[in-house]
């Protein structure tokens, strides 16, 4: 701490930077957020290329939960650092791109691209009550407005693969 009692002259801990920055992703800085997304979606496009569609479905969920847990935690112990909603902090939109990517069978890239547009609209645009949970102070609300712009991408496309297969 310094003179006046804030952490901000000081580096954050390496573990809670390394999660929260989404493996320093979040340092990018044109658009950091999208950077994390980006990322996130590399990640799952590469561990498309080895799982069948059941393992990668139930390893991006398993991906969702542990690093919503590990976001959280991350994102706590970088506020007194960084603020109450730092934009190094991506975890979150890497949460958040993996949720509608569920439905995305492995090296479906025309979908998962898709997926990450459609993420990226939602948590831009901030529609549909994603505004309010923003606004909300606390580290498990820096995630949970990306994971309700998730769960909206997830339904959008849920119905895009849904009316597409009925042509």
């Not at 957020?33 to 069948?52: H, K, P």
């Not at 948590?123 to 949970?133: A, C, H, Q, S, T």
């Amino acid at each position: 701490m310094n003179d006046k009692g804030n952490l901000t002259d000081k580096r954050p801990p390496f573990l809670p930077m390394l999660i929260g920055t989404g493996f320093y992703s979040g340092l990018w800085p044109w658009g950091p957020g999208t950077a994390g997304s980006v990322l996130a979606t590399v990640i799952w496009g590469l561990l498309s290329l080895w799982l069948s569609g059941s393992e990668l479905m139930l390893l991006t969920i398993a991906l969702i939960l542990l690093f919503t847990l590990l976001g959280t935690w991350a994102t706590a112990r970088l506020q007194p650092y960084w603020g109450e909603d730092p934009s190094r902090v991506v975890v979150d939109e890497m949460v958040g791109v993996w949720i509608p990517l569920i439905v995305v069978q492995p090296k479906e890239w025309g979908w998962a691209l898709a997926a990450l547009v459609l993420f990226r609209f939602f948590d831009i645009v901030k529609p549909l009550g994603i505004k309010k949970l923003d606004r909300m102070k606390g580290a498990f609300w820096v995630m949970g407005d990306d994971i309700l712009g998730g769960v909206y991408a997830l339904v959008v496309m849920v119905v895009a693969k849904y009316i597409l297969s009925c042509w």
